[in-house]
């Protein structure tokens, strides 16, 4: 039902022209995303989902939206190559999960690498209920300390590109870059 | 939508809700879902509900983008700050065992620690984010 929705939501997507309505329909998607991952009883992911994907990027799409206009332009060329790569791509992706162990089966080499350890020594070792928790912060500490950096120095980017002519007086209209 | 009462008055009411709710995420992330990265998020959302009621103006009054720029490195400086400390007292980087005598208190002090520092970054990240956007002038305009 949720993914009927999803495609559904994805499909208007890819339709719609005005990009307020595809605005709109991006934060639903992300909303069922969100209800998927709580379907499938990954609380965590579901929560960042419905907080960055349905809340922030909405928020900061609509600020988009108010510098560029509310109307896309009609694509200068035909869609069949960029759907025969999508459609090739695709079919490669398909082909590659045949080799894949069955979904969800208990013996599969992910669950034995070192999810067992986490599993049964994480209340023991870090003495913290939320495994989820305990794996993000202590197990995998250095991951989520690049994550961190990751997501300042991205913020640095988009400083550095927005924010640049903050020092200097607004050029008068038709004659900035467009930057 | 500054002249709405309605929008006006609700907004008001629920900032608070909002702000503790994302504190409550963050210091409650040990046992339920939830962690820094989340709250931060939240706290962000409150900031830019606000911005967009209220103006982004009477807002940056408050929460300057200084301060939001300071805290998006300050998080960084408090994650990559514990990893110090602990090697400091003795033990790995990031080994929170360092931090009290029983591994697993030091672990859930090390573990609050770099939620904060994450809870810091994306916070000043997000809004500052926020507010680049929101601050700038269309062509059309």
Same mark, same amino acid.
């Given at each position: 039902?949720?993914?009927?929705?999803?495609? *559904?939501? $994805?499909?208007?997507?890819?339709?719609?022209?005005?990009?307020?309505?595809?605005?709109?329909? *991006?934060?639903?998607?992300?909303?069922?995303? *969100?209800?998927?991952?709580?379907?499938?009883?990954?609380?965590?992911?579901?929560?960042?989902?419905?907080?960055?994907?349905?809340?922030?990027?909405?928020?900061?799409?609509?600020?988009?939206?108010?510098?560029?206009?509310?109307?896309?332009?009609?694509?200068?060329?035909?869609?069949?190559?960029?759907?025969?790569?999508?459609?090739?791509?695709?079919?490669?992706?398909?082909?590659?999960?045949? !080799?894949?162990?069955?979904?969800? !089966?208990?013996?599969?080499?992910?669950?034995?690498?070192?999810?067992?350890?986490?599993?049964?020594?994480?209340?023991?070792?870090?003495?913290?209920?939320?495994?989820?928790?305990?794996?993000?912060?202590?197990?995998?500490?250095? !991951?989520?300390?690049?994550?961190?950096?990751?997501?300042? *120095?991205?913020?640095? $980017?988009?400083?550095?590109?927005?924010?640049?002519?903050?020092?200097?007086?607004?050029?008068?209209?038709?004659?900035? !870059?467009?930057? | 939508?500054?002249?709405?009462?309605?929008?006006?008055?609700?907004? #008001?009411?629920?900032?608070?809700?909002?702000?503790?709710?994302? @504190?409550?995420?963050?210091?409650? %992330?040990?046992?339920?879902?939830? %962690?820094?990265?989340?709250?931060? =998020?939240? @706290?962000?959302?409150?900031?830019?509900?606000?911005? @967009?009621?209220?103006?982004?103006?009477?807002?940056? #009054?408050?929460?300057?983008?200084?301060?939001?720029?300071?805290?998006?490195?300050?998080?960084?400086?408090?994650?990559?700050?514990?990893?110090?400390?602990?090697?400091?007292?003795?033990?790995?980087? @990031?080994?929170?065992?360092?931090?009290?005598?029983?591994?697993?208190?030091?672990?859930?002090?090390?573990?609050?620690?770099?939620?904060?520092?994450?809870? =810091?970054?994306?916070? %000043?990240?997000?809004?500052?984010?926020?507010?680049?956007?929101?601050?700038?002038? %269309?062509?059309?305009?």
């Amino acid at each position: 039902m949720l993914l009927t929705l999803l495609a *559904a939501a $994805g499909l208007a997507l890819l339709r719609v022209r005005n990009l307020f309505a595809v605005v709109m329909l *991006a934060g639903i998607y992300s909303l069922l995303s *969100a209800g998927l991952f709580t379907v499938m009883d990954a609380v965590d992911v579901a929560f960042t989902e419905a907080a960055v994907g349905a809340g922030i990027s909405t928020v900061l799409f609509l600020g988009a939206l108010a510098l560029c206009g509310h109307h896309e332009s009609k694509p200068g060329h035909t869609p069949l190559l960029p759907l025969i790569v999508v459609l090739v791509t695709g079919g490669l992706l398909v082909w590659g999960t045949m !080799d894949m162990p069955g979904f969800g !089966d208990p013996a599969n080499p992910v669950h034995h690498h070192v999810a067992d350890h986490y599993i049964e020594e994480s209340y023991p070792e870090i003495g913290i209920p939320n495994v989820v928790t305990s794996v993000l912060a202590s197990y995998r500490g250095y !991951d989520t300390m690049g994550e961190t950096t990751v997501v300042f *120095a991205a913020a640095v $980017g988009v400083m550095i590109l927005l924010a640049g002519r903050l020092g200097r007086r607004p050029q008068p209209e038709g004659k900035g !870059d467009g930057g | 939508m500054r002249e709405e009462v309605i929008v006006r008055v609700g907004a #008001k009411v629920l900032a608070p809700f909002i702000i503790t709710f994302g @504190l409550y995420v963050h210091f409650h %992330g040990d046992y339920s879902p939830g %962690g820094g990265f989340q709250a931060g =998020v939240i @706290l962000a959302a409150a900031i830019a509900l606000l911005a @967009l009621v209220y103006g982004l103006d009477a807002v940056q #009054k408050v929460v300057t983008p200084r301060f939001v720029r300071a805290c998006a490195a300050l998080g960084v400086i408090i994650f990559a700050g514990v990893g110090v400390v602990t090697m400091v007292l003795g033990h790995n980087y @990031l080994g929170y065992n360092a931090l009290a005598h029983d591994p697993r208190h030091g672990q859930h002090y090390g573990i609050l620690g770099v939620e904060l520092g994450v809870l =810091v970054t994306v916070f %000043g990240v997000m809004v500052t984010v926020f507010y680049l956007f929101a601050g700038r002038r %269309g062509r059309t305009q």
